[in-house]
């Protein structure tokens, strides 16, 4: 199975050239962009269709081995509110309100994640693109996101001490604590040649 997730980064000069090559020449399907003086770096990898999450910890795992003073904080959500859906998918925002309340399509639309002032509702995108797996497939992503049980479970991973220590401290015991069984297959695949939607995590600034 195809997943898509976007990991934060701090310490990670994105103007330094030699940087960003080093991440290119041995990564996995993926390609860097900035927001908010943060760095992000989107990968797209096939992983278990049960349990990603030692699929997500292997690119962390590797983003540091590459670039040491790197320090991966966490998976970002990928937010999105009725108007995100409603572009995401090519429909009118009146279909999408429509399928959130039931009043067409299948029903049992996710919940929504959160309300904001004004009553704008936010979904987490995964969610909502399973829901249109399943009922609009011809309007879903191909690649899967993670879901937030899983990504909890990443986060709580990746806020350890053990895992944010630089790989030159860390014991060899620490290092395979975190270093999982599965071979990652990795292939450089930058940007302009990756087949993404034109929307990767386009609303995560929503909180």
């Not at 879903?140 to 790989?167: C, T, V, W």
Request: hydrophobic share 40%.
């Amino acid at each position: 199975m195809r997943y898509m997730f976007t990991l934060e980064i701090e310490n990670f000069d994105i103007r330094n050239e030699a940087t960003v090559e080093r991440f290119y020449e041995d990564a996995e399907e993926a390609y860097l962009s900035a927001r908010d003086g943060l760095v992000d770096a989107t990968y797209v990898i096939e992983a278990d269709e049960d349990d990603p999450c030692d699929a997500v910890l292997d690119a962390a795992n590797h983003l540091r081995s590459l670039i040491p003073e790197a320090r991966v904080t966490q998976v970002a959500l990928d937010l999105v509110s009725v108007s995100d859906i409603a572009a995401r998918v090519n429909k009118s925002r009146a279909t999408i309100r429509s399928w959130v309340k039931g009043t067409r399509g299948p029903g049992k639309f996710p919940r929504p994640l959160s309300t904001l002032g004004g009553g704008v509702q936010i979904w987490h995108w995964p969610e909502v693109n399973e829901w249109l797996r399943l009922h609009h497939p011809e309007a879903a992503d191909d690649e899967r996101g993670l879901p937030m049980q899983q990504i909890h479970r990443i986060n709580y991973a990746l806020s350890a001490k053990e895992f944010q220590a630089s790989p030159a401290n860390r014991s060899t015991a620490e290092i395979a604590t975190w270093r999982t069984a599965r071979q990652t297959s990795l292939s450089v695949d930058k940007k302009s040649q990756l087949s993404l939607p034109d929307h990767p995590y386009k609303s995560r600034a929503i909180r």
